[in-house]
């Protein structure tokens, strides 16, 4: 293999091992964030697959859970009648 293939190769390694770096670090950040704020975003999950009207963080960029608008939250069936 000619020389320049073997630095490439090389610094492709590199940029892998830093890359599962910044997604570790990034994921403690997001594990300590309580998203308090949230804008909706098209949010491309794979190229191509875009999910319109999604909730990310303002603060960190994670996705927050959707709430489903079919379940009634603190709901108490005492007080139902
Ligand atoms: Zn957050």
Known sequence: MKRIYKEIKQEVEE???????????????????????????????????????TEVCSICGEVTPRKNPYIVENMDPEKME
């Open 15 to 53: 940029c892998y091992d830093e890359i599962q770096h910044y997604e570790a670090k990034l994921k403690g950040l997001r594990e300590k964030c309580d998203h308090p704020e949230t804008t909706r975003v098209n949010y491309m999950w794979a190229p191509g697959h875009i999910n319109p009207d």
